[in-house]
């Protein structure tokens, strides 16, 4: 009879063991998830930056190439 105690004892110690293992595990999973959330902020920051200095680019581009566009839009 004492031994079915103990071993339910052992189980549960073993099952909130690796409960607790679990969790660390999902901690560590959390925080390199909330890193890496992070650093996609500043990558499409820079992103943002990027395609604005582009866009800038190509008006200025378009507008050398094709100045007679460019003069009958300002006309009307």
Known sequence: MQSQPANATQAKDRNYMQLGHSLARMSRAIA???DL???MKVNLDAMRVLSASHAAQFMTVAMELNPDDAEAEQRE
């Open 32 to 34: 390199r998830t909330a």
């Open 37 to 39: 959330c992070d650093l």
